[in-house]
Nanobody, 124 residues
Framework: VQLQASGGGLVQAGGSLRLSCAASTRSFSNYIMGWFRQAPGKEREFVATISWYGDSTYYAGSVQGRFTISRDNAKNTVYLQMNTLEPDDTAVYYC??????????????????WGQGTLVTVSS
C-alpha cells in the first residue's frame, strides 16, 4: 500500500487546514487509518485514528475538539480537518495504515504503511 499525504502549508494561528491522504489499494476499507506528526526536534506522536468504516475515532488529548479525522472509502482517502491551529501544531504530518484488524491504536509500531509526510507550519 502506498500512501500520499497532501494539504500542508503555512497558516496563521487560529486558522484551518485540511490534510488528505490517498491510498493505492483496492481494499482501503480493510485498513484502520491514522495520522501522526513530528515537530522539529521531537519524536513522532499520535494525532488521530479512524476505524475501517469511520464509525469510531480516537484523538490525542492535545487535538481533541480541534481536529477531525474522516475517511471516504469510495475515494480511498482519509482526511484530517484541523481547526483553531496553534503554533505548537507545527510539524510534519504523516498518515499511516494498519491492517492488523486489532482495533484503533495510538501506537506507532502497530501501523504497517506510512506516507511521506506533509509539512504544516502555524505562525503566531
Amino acid at each position: 500500500v502506498q500512501l500520499q499525504a497532501s494539504g500542508g502549508g503555512l497558516v496563521q494561528a487560529g486558522g484551518s487546514l485540511r490534510l488528505s491522504c490517498a491510498a493505492s489499494t483496492r481494499s482501503f476499507s480493510n485498513y484502520i487509518m491514522g495520522w501522526f506528526r513530528q515537530a522539529p526536534g521531537k519524536e513522532r506522536e499520535f494525532v488521530a485514528t479512524i476505524s475501517w468504516y469511520g464509525d469510531s475515532t480516537y484523538y490525542a488529548g492535545s487535538v481533541q475538539g480541534r481536529f477531525t479525522i474522516s475517511r471516504d472509502n469510495a475515494k480511498n482517502t482519509v482526511y484530517l480537518q484541523m481547526n483553531t491551529l496553534e503554533p505548537d501544531d507545527t510539524a510534519v504530518y504523516y498518515c499511516a495504515a494498519d491492517n492488523t484488524r486489532s482495533g484503533l491504536s495510538a501506537v506507532e509500531i502497530i501501523y504497517d504503511y506510512w506516507g511521506q509526510g506533509t509539512l504544516v507550519t502555524v505562525s503566531s
